[in-house]
């Protein structure tokens, strides 16, 4: 089952443009991660932000957590075409029994138009 | 690049043959997990294998089964395949088994159409 729930589905900026996906989730967790996918390939990391800190940078990159609403919100400023993609936050529960799987949303689907 | 290769990229199977899934992982990390993501969802933990042992499982049935060998790369064997299990299969390796393991790192996937 998905833990985390992306809002909104699906984005549409123009180039410039700053863009925010928020992402809510269930159960505690000891951190919180955003992936990217290109259509139909592989996911890469960008950032991982754990359950005591509030707000991480990482270039154009910039999330916040929010454990008292269990949500967090990626930020991609001055957006490019090239960051059209997917992407998806993920979880790690803080209970000790399921801390090794990670638990993804059903994912943003961005779309940065030139 | 992640430095985890996958393969085969794609392949189609008729349903109850069985098929292997290959993996291996990036450099000097000893997990290996695999995902499955079916079209337009998020990925759902299959399993994960730490120092060649299984140490979490999702909620798959037992005809999903791996292996993790001694250099860590890993296999993923699906048996009586189903309809249903046509899906991108992702493999993902990181540095340690335990409960404070961090990111994950990706390969390109397996594509699985099952007809």
């Known amino acids: 089952s998905q833990q985390g729930e992306e809002d909104p589905q699906a984005l549409s900026i123009q180039e410039g443009e700053n863009a925010t996906m928020n992402c809510s989730y269930k159960t505690s967790i000891n951190n919180l991660q955003w992936y990217r996918q290109n259509s139909g390939r592989g996911l890469v990391h960008l950032i991982l932000i754990r359950s005591n800190e509030r707000e991480k940078h990482s270039g154009r990159l910039r999330v916040t957590l929010d454990t008292s609403k269990k949500s967090s919100s990626l930020l991609i400023t001055a957006s490019r075409a090239a960051d059209t993609a997917s992407y998806f936050c993920?979880?790690?529960?803080?209970?000790?029994?399921?801390?090794?799987?990670?638990?993804f949303g059903s994912g943003t689907q961005l779309t940065v138009l030139p | 690049e992640t430095g985890v290769t996958q393969s085969p990229t794609h392949l189609i199977k008729t349903r109850g043959q069985q098929v292997t899934l290959r993996c291996s992982s990036q450099s000097g990390h000893n997990t290996v997990s695999w995902y499955q993501q079916a079209l337009g969802q998020g990925p759902q933990f299959i399993f994960q294998y730490y120092r060649e042992e299984e140490n979490g499982r999702g909620n798959f049935p037992p005809r999903f089964s791996g292996l993790q060998f001694p250099n860590y790369s890993s296999e993923l064997n699906v048996n009586a395949l189903e309809l249903d299990d046509s899906a991108l299969y992702l493999c993902a390796s990181s540095l340690g088994g335990g409960q404070l393991a961090g990111e994950l790192f990706f390969g390109e996937g397996s594509r699985l159409t099952v007809l």
């Open positions: 993920a979880t790690r529960p803080f209970s000790s029994g399921s801390a090794r799987q990670l638990t």
